[in-house]
């Protein structure tokens, strides 16, 4: 089995499997919502998108943030924890990264499955069940490198082995230099950003730093318009 | 000084400073042809581009290969120990990765610093003596992420220290897990092509593993046509 590293999606690499990361916080959010009992996850990138589905479907719960503030008319932020109960059946969420990545990983893999360190050992085994080439696409921060994502695209690409790209072993080497998830997310950007919103949002990042705590493995369902439906 | 490193020239930063590497090799060689005494070195992506500048200009020696071969009708490959006597004072170089690397910097940065680890410190120190926030941008392969040049990034941006972008952080991390730069390039997609190739390519991978052995600092001074003109 050959892995590989997306770092931003932009460098997407056609290969079977493909795996999302957006760990800070949409991969994280879509693992909990879905191990909570949500049916379905419509990833949209923007607002208007995430509220169209829900005025075309029933008993939709619309989620995402922007800045770290909750959108206006939303239900639910972006925090994992906020998707323990599930109020409907469906979640539409706007994420812009994390939708970005999905959407690449679409168009270049056949199946396409969305990771966090929540589910990470499920991850690992759904795509070792597949026995082909992965590519993991880490969503990155407006198309750039993040520490966050890339740690944890460097925690799967170790448990998986096989024959890794350039791109594989240094993400490897770079979560091999973390002490903890923790420690890693709390350097990165994203991670700094909801430090700087407050201990509220700066719980999410232990939050997210769990691990194989959810035996979800989401996958990428098929595109409604513009957003991404994704389900178990 | 913000410090900052695009793993591929697409994802390159606006920054006052740019650093281009592409350590094996074009980078080494240009570093190595300047240090020997040419005073000009034309960086063109295609043979044909690199061709027409020989019948442009008077005294052109002309250099690169393809698949690890000397180009037809060339005078040098692309082994920087070739360039230890000036055989013109000009040379004509055909590269891919290196010139989409110095092309994209050069629409990005206001200076652009060729780098490579034969001149290690005399980079860092220019950078510094400019004391504007730098990107350094590797070239790598055909658009996709090299841990060799990762690796010579890393070392860059940890001799440099101040503010880290998380790319930046990532490649200290990297440049940090490797013994030295010869187990690093050994390792990478780049060096692995040289040992296929024999011992004699393989020998360029301890040759450009030297650090801080030349002094010179080859800077982007325009672009001639689609060539890059690299001088000290």
Redesign the interface.
């Known amino acids: 089995m050959r892995v590989h590293?997306a770092?931003?999606p932009?460098?997407g690499?056609v290969a079977p499997t493909g795996v999302v990361v957006d760990v800070i916080r949409a991969t994280s959010t879509i693992c909990q919502a879905l191990a909570s009992g949500y049916e379905r996850v419509y990833c949209a990138a923007e607002v208007e998108d995430a509220r169209r589905l829900r005025d075309e479907l029933d008993g939709v719960t619309l989620g995402g943030e922007r800045l770290g503030l909750r959108i206006d008319g939303f239900d639910l932020g972006n925090s994992p924890a906020e998707y323990l109960e599930p109020r409907s059946s469906v979640v539409s969420m706007s994420t812009t990264n994390g939708t970005r990545a999905i959407v690449a990983a679409g168009e270049l893999c056949e199946r396409v499955l969305v990771a966090s360190l929540l589910n990470l050992d499920a991850v690992v085994e759904a795509v070792r069940s597949h026995g082909e080439d992965v590519a993991v696409f880490c969503a990155g921060?407006k198309?750039?490198?993040?520490?966050d994502d890339?740690y944890v695209a460097g925690r799967i690409a170790g448990l998986l082995g096989g024959e890794r790209?350039?791109?594989a072993?240094?993400a490897v080497?770079?979560a091999?230099?973390f002490g903890t998830a923790e420690e890693a997310f709390r350097?990165?950007?994203s991670g700094r950003n909801l430090i700087n919103h407050g201990s509220e949002l700066e719980a999410d990042i232990p939050y997210c730093a769990r691990e194989s705590v959810l035996a979800v493995v989401p996958r990428l369902q098929r595109m409604r318009g513009v957003a991404a439906e994704i389900a178990l």
Chains 1, 2 share one sequence.
């Open positions: 590293v770092f931003t932009d460098e690499s921060v198309g750039a490198f993040a520490l890339a790209s350039d791109a072993e240094a080497r770079l091999a230099s350097q990165s950007r």
